[in-house]
T-cell receptor, first 118, second 114 residues
Framework: AQKVTQAQTEISVVEKEDVTLDCVYE???????LFWYKQPPSGELVFLIRRNSFDEQNEISGRYSWNFQKSTSSFNFTITASQVVDSAVYFC???????????????FGKGTTLSVSS | ETGVTQTPRHLVMGMTNKKSLKCEQH?????MYWYKQSAKKPLELMFVYSLEERVENNSVPSRFSPECPNSSHLFLHLHTLQPEDSALYLC?????????????FGSGTRLTVV
C-alpha cells in the first residue's frame, strides 16, 4: 500500500490564483515527521517544511501555508497568490522507521507538478 | 549553493560502459543516500550509508554498486546498465541515519542509457 499519496498529478493555474496540493499518508508509527519538498527544473529537492506528529498547528510562511490534520491523515499545502516561479514538482514525504534498522528513511509521494502561467 | 554536490550533471552511456556518479557533502552529515527518480514514479530509495557503512540496500540490481570511502563522499558505480535505468539519480545527506530532520539533496545526475 502506498504510504504517501498525492492524488493530483498535475495542476495548472494562472498567476495570483490560490492553489492547494493534497497529501494523504499512512503510518503505524505514533511519532513521525511529515515534509514538503519543492523540485524546480534544475533538479534538486528544496526543503520547505517539517512537521512532527504531535504538532497539529497550521503553519504559515509568507505565501505558503500547511494544514496538518491527524484525524484524516492529511498534510495539505496551499500557495496563496501563486507566481510563475512557483512552477515546480512538489513532493510530500513521511519519515518512517526502516524495518530491522535503527534509523528512519524518507518515503515520498509521486509528486504534483504545478504549472503557473502568467 | 547546495551543500550536496553531484557530478556529472548529465551522463549518457552505452549498455556496455562502466561509469561512476559522485556525490560530495560539506555539511558534516554522517548519513548519505542514493535515490532514483524515474518518470511517473515516486522517488525510490536505493542505498543508505550511515557512518560509512551500508545499512540498507533496497533490492537494487548488482549492476549498481555503491561506495562510501568517507563520510563526505558517496559514489555509485554503474556497469552493464539497461535502458530502463535511465533516470535522475539524487544523492542526499542527513545528520544521522534519521529522516526526522529531513535530507539535504544534490541537484542530481541525469543518466541516459543508450
Amino acid at each position: 500500500a502506498q504510504k504517501v499519496t498525492q492524488a493530483q498529478t498535475e495542476i495548472s493555474v494562472v498567476e495570483k490564483e490560490d492553489v492547494t496540493l493534497d497529501c494523504v499518508y499512512e503510518t503505524r508509527d505514533t511519532t513521525y515527521y511529515l515534509f514538503w519538498y519543492k523540485q524546480p527544473p534544475s533538479g534538486e529537492l528544496v526543503f520547505l517544511i517539517r512537521r512532527n506528529s504531535f504538532d497539529e498547528q497550521n503553519e504559515i510562511s509568507g505565501r505558503y501555508s500547511w494544514n496538518f490534520q491527524k484525524s484524516t491523515s492529511s498534510f495539505n499545502f496551499t500557495i496563496t497568490a501563486s507566481q510563475v516561479v512557483d512552477s515546480a514538482v512538489y513532493f510530500c514525504a513521511l519519515s518512517e522507521r526502516v524495518t530491522g534498522q535503527a534509523g528512519t528513511a524518507l518515503i515520498f509521494g509521486k509528486g504534483t507538478t504545478l504549472s503557473v502561467s502568467s | 549553493e547546495t551543500g550536496v554536490t553531484q557530478t556529472p550533471r548529465h551522463l549518457v552511456m552505452g549498455m556496455t560502459n562502466k561509469k561512476s556518479l559522485k556525490c560530495e557533502q560539506h555539511l558534516g552529515h554522517n548519513a548519505m543516500y542514493w535515490y532514483k527518480q524515474s518518470a511517473k514514479k515516486p522517488l525510490e530509495l536505493m542505498f543508505v550509508y550511515s557512518l560509512e557503512e551500508r545499512v540498507e540496500n533496497n533490492s537494487v540490481p548488482s549492476r549498481f554498486s555503491p561506495e562510501c570511502p568517507n563520510s563526505s563522499h558517496l559514489f555509485l558505480h554503474l556497469h552493464t546498465l539497461q535502458p530502463e535505468d535511465s533516470a535522475l539519480y539524487l544523492c542526499a545527506s542527513s545528520q544521522a541515519h534519521r529522516a526526522d530532520y529531513g535530507y539535504t539533496f544534490g541537484s542530481g545526475t541525469r543518466l541516459t542509457v543508450v
